[in-house]
């Protein structure tokens, strides 16, 4: 394996050995070995790509832990290669082609070999390339659950994951001679070139299902491996449909796709539980998911603990109490500085405060605001110098997160490589503190007195609501009237005309990968730029970053558009959101990213916490 140090997902800078390279399942699992984690929501989908399997974080969680990619983010911001499952690799620039090879011997776990078809149905689900035009997805969703029904017959609609690279490449990628390869051709530059493809769900259990193509005998155990050859021709089946455009047949497979692979009922099929990664899915009942080593896995992942449980546990006492009780090991609840004190005090139990890449603003709409006033820089500065930004900090997070202290930055986060860089010389300084003198001076010279700002919230958010009352007492001191907006439809009014002048919520733009810089702050964005932001240099900025695989490119771009958003009053970032971990010492080995998948970045690096029963030859 090698690790990438790059920016915005970029994939070039610094490679490293893994210390587990080489190693097997074989070689590192302790015989029962077990570590429970308390975890939010619940399990609903084996496929975390699909609109409905995307609602729920514990989806995702279990989908990175059970499946494997060419690529992974680590904990600082950059990302690790995993060369024992295969490799990317650019073959042509122009356009941009890249050759994603498949390692020899990678398999699911029924034993049948991962292969290209795989990645083409991956391919096919999260670019849309092969959607029929002018669907409205949204009249077949089941109001009840938020599924997605079937579609009709004449239609082909992939409810995948958009944005993450893929929907730029709209040609059908071409299969290579050595069976383990296909080239995949994006229309343009894409920085998140080595992320962008992974197999998901297993292309001959969704040809199987769709295509009506058995893959073993009528009287077959529902556990046992599917035959080869039937499973190398529901593949093939697949394949076929795709690069031959079968309506018919892509209706059927993107049927099963969408909503074949959400759990429902008790006990899930399992056929749906077939995975590529270091666990599999062994076991799933209500609050609870065991996953236990893949016997089949032969990757660079190796676990060495035998069964991950994943409980849900909602209630801060409740989690307190199965700690006291052993019966949880790892966890990572909403902080809350009661919580941590009560956990510190377990027996056993490290608690460890950080943040993560979700970040705290306050956004400014530029025009269509609530009071139209905002459209002056001069107003917009004024306003902003009276945001009490340290002492927001200082009330509401540093209690969770001693060390806590003012995100400096739009665009880059607290660990990130080139964040100290940055910050020195982007114009936040500027805001370190209140000044009430220059926010006057400059309401002044804008000609306004006592202007009326309205700020959108959620007011079932205390933090929130804590924010906004420093906010209104510190703005008051300059003549400010600030006025409450707060809707508990807060998300739907994002961006609405005339709703509201400024709005307090969280991004984790690192969802977004590479692409999240343009998705935010390009003019003609529709995707998030919510406060109508229009600047045409910010757009050459962002392009720059977009077109380029070189970190220092990309950083040099970042900071110049970090400077650019400060200078232009464009809001202000806040806080990184703080986190709160705490472990047993059962477990060794846990360490927590700031991205998405938080404390499980690396479970597989875990280790049981005392001598256990010797590992399994």
């Known amino acids: 394996m090698r690790t990438i140090r790059a920016l915005a997902g970029a994939a070039a800078l610094a490679v490293a050995a893994s210390a587990l390279a080489g190693c097997t399942q074989h070689d590192r699992v302790v015989d029962g070995s077990r570590a429970t984690v308390a975890v939010s929501g619940a399990l609903t989908s084996l496929n975390a790509n699909s609109s409905y399997g995307r609602a729920s974080t514990l989806n995702a969680d279990v989908a990175y832990l059970t499946g494997s990619a060419f690529a992974y983010p680590d904990a600082e911001y950059g990302l690790v290669e995993d060369d024992s499952f295969g490799s990317a690799e650019i073959t042509d620039e122009d356009p941009l082609t890249v050759r994603y090879t498949i390692a020899d011997g990678v398999t699911w776990s029924d034993g049948v070999p991962v292969t290209p078809a795989d990645l083409l149905l991956a391919w096919a689900a999260n670019s849309g390339a092969l959607d029929s035009d002018d669907v409205d997805a949204s009249a077949y969703v089941d109001a009840g659950t938020g599924r997605l029904g079937e579609l009709p017959d004449d239609v082909v609609y992939f409810d995948g994951a958009r944005g993450r690279g893929l929907e730029l490449a709209t040609q059908t990628p071409q299969l290579g001679d050595d069976g383990r390869s296909l080239f995949v051709h994006y229309d343009e530059f894409t920085p998140g070139w080595p992320t962008a493809l992974a197999p998901g769900l297993p292309a001959h259990i969704v040809a199987s299902r769709a295509l009506d193509l058995p893959l073993g005998a009528d009287d077959a155990d529902a556990a046992s491996a599917p035959d080869a050859k039937a499973a190398r021709a529901a593949q093939d089946a697949l394949v076929a449909a795709i690069e031959e455009g079968d309506t018919a047949a892509l209706s059927d497979i993107a049927d099963v796709w969408n909503s074949g692979f959400d759990l429902v009922g008790s006990s899930p099929d399992p056929e749906l539980l077939v995975a590529n990664g270091p666990y599999l899915v062994s076991a799933v009942s209500d609050g609870s998911v065991t996953l ?96 009490p930004r340290q002492q927001i900090v200082e009330e509401l997070v540093q209690p969770v997160q001693a060390d806590a202290a003012p995100l400096d930055s739009f665009v880059l986060r607290p660990g990130a490589p080139a964040y100290a860089e940055v910050i020195a010389e982007n114009g936040s300084s500027e805001y370190g503190s209140t000044d009430v003198d220059a926010a006057e001076a400059l309401l002044a010279e804008a000609g306004v007195v006592s202007p009326e700002v309205c700020i959108l919230y959620d007011p079932a958010d205390p933090r929130r609501v804590a924010e906004f009352e420093l906010i209104r007492t510190s703005a008051e001191r300059a003549g400010f009237r600030v006025t409450d907006c707060s809707r508990p439809n807060w998300t739907e009014m994002l961006g609405v005309s005339g709703a509201y002048d400024a709005a307090l919520f969280a991004w984790d733009t690192t969802r977004l990968g590479p692409s999240a810089v343009a998705a935010v702050f390009r003019s003609d964005s529709a995707v998030a730029n919510l406060n109508r932001f229009s600047d045409p240099e910010a757009d050459e900025l962002v392009d720059r970053v977009l077109g380029t695989g070189d970190a220092d490119e990309q950083t040099d771009a970042l900071r110049e558009l970090d400077a650019l958003l400060w200078g232009a009053a464009y809001g202000l970032p806040l806080f990184a959101h703080p986190t709160l971990t705490a472990v047993s010492d059962r477990v060794e080995g846990v360490t927590r990213s700031p991205l998405a998948r938080g404390v499980l970045w690396n479970a597989w690096e875990w280790e049981p916490g005392a001598p256990a029963a010797s590992p399994a030859g």
């Open 292 to 387: 236990t080593a893949n016997p089949r896995y032969r990757g660079s992942r190796a676990p060495a603990i035998e069964s991950l449980v994943l409980e849900t546990v909602e209630d801060p006492a409740e989690l307190v109490r199965r700690f006291e009780d052993g019966r949880v090991d790892v966890a990572a609840p909403a902080p809350d500085a009661e919580l941590a004190r009560s956990l510190a005090a377990v027996d056993g139990v490290a608690v460890v405060a950080g943040s993560e890449a979700t970040f705290e603003h306050i956004d400014l709409q530029f025009a269509d605001s609530k009071s139209g006033l905002f459209g002056d820089a001069r107003i917009r500065e004024a306003f902003l110098r009276v945001v």
